[in-house]
């Protein structure tokens, strides 16, 4: 190139295709960036030569240069960049729909859980169910809170985001409602996992049969504990009659029932509403003892005492 002329763009072009690197780097000019067509910045970003990719680094000085321009994501040897692409809302969606048969199974998940898919393009895409916890998308952390997004996710047939529309703490009555009757086991049980509004009677049935050890944090959903639970007290399953334990309207004569009860005796010795001089009784048999010591319906001065007999030194107030 003779000094002092200036390089038509297309001769710009055309030297940063050039077979040589060495005239491929040279080419890497701000000129040639400015009016380079998307192509040609495509091929610049996707080339292997050291030289280039020095010539990229220097035309951005202490920054990571640009980002590449989408069809050089979605077309990169790298499955993670690829699988970026397929779920960034700047990538066009025709665009982004070339990774529908890619080779990666988390590609062509990410691809699927892209919010701008119709429903025949979502279910085209062979996409895999991971097991266990999943990568909640983008666009439902930011919006999924939003009625109207909360709506349209739910309605979706795309399992993994209907379980992670059910992940909002707040969602309108209709959509609990529908997700609460979900086919999918793990959308139900996230729902009364993460939602405040979750029924209780969907709250029972999780808490009956959830797996994992999530299900005993359950009971403490504002909307597990009703009146009514004591029906539980001699069903077959030991979490639903710890479940009996719950009910607010229960008195002592459900707690006894259950104090001899090889799954939840534990619990019902120190349920407060245990009859005291049951109570105290309990506090003399081995193996009861050390439950019954905290039920917290003891009287201070039994606590002292039991603490005497420890030989625990109590300390009192000045």
């Known amino acids: 190139m003779t000094q002092g002329k200036v390089v038509p763009p297309a001769v710009r072009e055309r030297l940063a295709g050039d077979d040589d690197a060495a005239v491929r780097a040279a080419a890497v000019t701000d000129q040639l960036w400015a009016g380079a067509a998307p192509a040609v910045r495509e091929s610049l970003f996707a080339d292997p030569a050291p030289e280039v990719r020095c010539a990229l680094a220097a035309l ?29 809302p700047e990538v066009p969606t025709g665009l982004a729909l ?49 009625p109207d997004v909360a709506r349209r996710a739910a309605a979706l047939g795309h399992v ?21 009757a979900d086919e999918d086991f793990f959308v139900r049980l996230t729902l009364c996992q993460s939602c405040r ?66 799954d939840v005796g534990a619990f019902a010795l120190r349920d407060a509403r245990l009859p005291t001089a049951e109570l105290h009784r309990r506090l003399n048999i081995p193996g009861c003892a050390q439950y019954a010591a905290g039920n917290p319906a003891l009287a201070p001065a039994m606590m002292h005492r039991l603490l005497d007999l420890a030989g625990v030194a109590t300390v009192t107030g000045s």
């Open 60 to 88: 951005f000085p202490g920054e990571p240069g640009p980002r590449p321009a989408p069809g050089a994501r979605v077309r990169d040897a790298d499955p993670a960049v690829r699988g970026e692409a397929a779920q960034d």
């Open 197 to 262: 509004k979750a029924p209780h009677d969907l709250l029972g049935e999780m808490y009956a049969h959830g797996h994992g050890l999530k299900w005993s944090f359950l009971r403490v959903h504002p909307n597990f504990a009703r009146p009514g639970l004591a029906r539980f007290a001699g069903h077959p399953h030991g979490r639903l009659r710890r479940a009996a334990l719950d009910d607010p309207e229960a008195g002592g004569d459900l707690v006894l029932r259950l104090v001899d009860d090889w």
């Open 98 to 146: 070339e990774l529908a048969g890619d080779g990666d199974d988390t590609v062509r998940l990410c691809l699927s859980l892209r919010e701008d898919l119709t429903e025949e393009q979502r279910a085209a895409i062979a996409h895999v169910v991971p097991h266990g916890y999943h990568q909640v998308p983008r666009w439902i952390v930011e919006r999924g809170h939003g």
């Open 160 to 180: 993994l985001l209907r379980r992670s529309i059910a992940l909002q703490r707040h969602l309108p009555a209709d959509v609990v409602e529908r997700r609460a």
